[in-house]
């Protein structure tokens, strides 16, 4: 009897020490505090100024020049005391026979502390200045790099050019594709989005309201961008859509314990990453039961113009942000 009790004892102890160890291994305070998060990029030269969004160099008629929008953009009011880590995702237009583009870039700040996410879409079209290329849109940059030296060194190159837009380090990063974008969401049984408006094109068919879409589905929503009345900035907000969709569904208390599951899953379809399953785990810790209403989106201001692409040589639509915008996002929401 003795004995028994002596080793029910030694087995307790054993488990009570695993059950600790494997808290402090999860442990977002521990796992994410600030001294040891990686930095994938830093900014290589200070917060630039805007691009001049002036008339263009080339010849040719007013549609040069810089173009008011009516477009209505997602821009919260400022946060104090700010902290936490950057995470990058990125969405490729991977094909077979030609390098990709960066169809979707999204910069989440995530403060593990406080809870709070806050996410900021860039636009594909946002203009900045590509070293040895000049001023060319954002999502040339994977198709540049891929080009020369593959996969790992676009998703770098896009990386460094996030830091160095908004003069801040970069500690996570995540890049999919299409399929694996796709992948994700079955995995996770589909998304439930609540759209504002209907969408009606040759891929969707989606009445107005909430409503289960599988992975063929959110992806077809996530592209589309023609039928919207706010273009790609439209499109912006249905992405974020699907984000916190995705979000709730993981989240969820009756899908918390399945999580670990899920994310070897989820790795599966991540072409791209920084991010251990342990580090997803504990993310899913601290946002366990997430509501979507929690999550602040944010777009970036500015204006539209056409102007010579030196990449392409001829004239494309660029969006360019308000003069020290960057420079407010960067201060307000990521430092």
Same mark, same amino acid.
């Given at each position: 009897?003795?004995?028994?009790?002596?080793?029910?004892?030694?087995?307790?102890?054993?488990?009570?020490?695993?059950?600790?160890?494997?808290?402090?291994?999860?442990?977002?305070?521990?796992?994410?505090?600030?001294?040891?998060?990686?930095?994938?990029?830093?900014?290589?030269?200070?917060?630039?100024?805007?691009?001049?969004?002036?008339?263009?160099?080339?010849?040719?008629?007013?549609?040069?020049?810089?173009?008011?929008?009516?477009?209505?953009?997602?821009?919260?009011?400022?946060?104090?005391?700010?902290?936490?880590?950057?995470?990058?995702?990125?969405?490729?237009?991977?094909?077979?026979?030609?390098?990709?583009?960066?169809?979707?870039? &999204? #910069?989440?700040?995530?403060?593990?502390? @406080?809870?709070? $996410?806050?996410?900021?879409? +860039?636009?594909?079209?946002? %203009? !900045?200045?590509?070293?040895?290329?000049?001023?060319?849109?954002?999502?040339?940059?994977?198709?540049?790099?891929?080009?020369?030296?593959?996969?790992?060194?676009?998703?770098?190159?896009?990386?460094?050019?996030?830091?160095?837009?908004?003069?801040?380090?970069?500690?996570?990063?995540?890049?999919?594709?299409?399929?694996?974008?796709?992948?994700?969401?079955?995995?996770?049984?589909?998304?439930?989005?609540?759209?504002?408006?209907?969408?009606?094109?040759?891929?969707?068919?989606?009445?107005?309201?909430?409503?289960?879409?599988?992975?063929?589905?959110?992806?077809?929503?996530?592209?589309?961008?023609?039928?919207?009345?706010?273009?790609?900035?439209?499109?912006?907000?249905?992405? &974020? #859509?699907?984000?916190?969709?995705?979000? @709730?569904?993981? $989240?969820?208390?009756?899908? +918390?314990?399945?999580?670990? %599951? !899920?994310?070897?899953?989820?790795?599966?379809?991540?072409?791209?990453?920084?991010?251990?399953?342990?580090?997803?785990?504990?993310?899913?810790?601290?946002?366990?039961?997430?509501?979507?209403?929690?999550?602040?989106?944010?777009?970036?201001?500015?204006?539209?113009?056409?102007?010579?692409?030196?990449?392409?040589?001829?004239?494309?639509?660029?969006?360019?942000?308000?003069?020290?915008?960057?420079?407010?996002?960067?201060?307000?929401?990521?430092?």
């Amino acid at each position: 009897m003795k004995r028994k009790y002596i080793m029910l004892s030694i087995v307790s102890v054993v488990l009570i020490a695993a059950a600790t160890g494997l808290y402090l291994h999860l442990s977002p305070a521990r796992r994410f505090a600030p001294n040891s998060l990686p930095i994938v990029a830093s900014p290589l030269y200070e917060l630039p100024a805007a691009l001049d969004s002036g008339p263009s160099t080339v010849d040719g008629p007013a549609a040069d020049t810089q173009v008011s929008t009516a477009v209505t953009l997602i821009h919260e009011a400022d946060q104090t005391g700010a902290r936490g880590f950057n995470l990058l995702l990125l969405g490729t237009d991977r094909r077979e026979n030609e390098p990709s583009r960066t169809d979707s870039i &999204i #910069l989440a700040h995530v403060d593990p502390v @406080e809870k709070q $996410l806050v996410v900021i879409s +860039l636009p594909r079209d946002l %203009r !900045i200045n590509i070293p040895g290329v000049g001023a060319s849109k954002l999502n040339h940059v994977h198709f540049l790099e891929e080009a020369v030296n593959g996969n790992e060194a676009a998703t770098q190159s896009v990386i460094q050019a996030v830091s160095n837009f908004f003069g801040v380090p970069i500690h996570y990063y995540a890049k999919t594709d299409f399929w694996g974008f796709t992948a994700i969401i079955d995995t996770i049984g589909g998304v439930e989005v609540d759209l504002p408006a209907a969408i009606h094109t040759n891929e969707l068919n989606l009445e107005a309201g909430r409503q289960l879409v599988d992975g063929a589905t959110a992806l077809a929503l996530a592209r589309e961008r023609y039928s919207l009345a706010n273009g790609d900035f439209g499109r912006q907000i249905d992405q &974020i #859509l699907i984000l916190k969709a995705a979000a @709730e569904r993981v $989240l969820s208390p009756e899908q +918390l314990s399945k999580l670990p %599951r !899920i994310v070897e899953q989820i790795n599966d379809s991540i072409i791209d990453t920084n991010l251990t399953s342990s580090d997803l785990i504990s993310l899913g810790l601290v946002f366990k039961g997430f509501s979507g209403e929690t999550m602040k989106h944010v777009q970036l201001k500015g204006t539209s113009m056409w102007a010579m692409d030196p990449l392409v040589g001829k004239r494309l639509w660029y969006w360019v942000p308000e003069q020290g915008e960057a420079e407010y996002i960067s201060k307000t929401y990521l430092q």
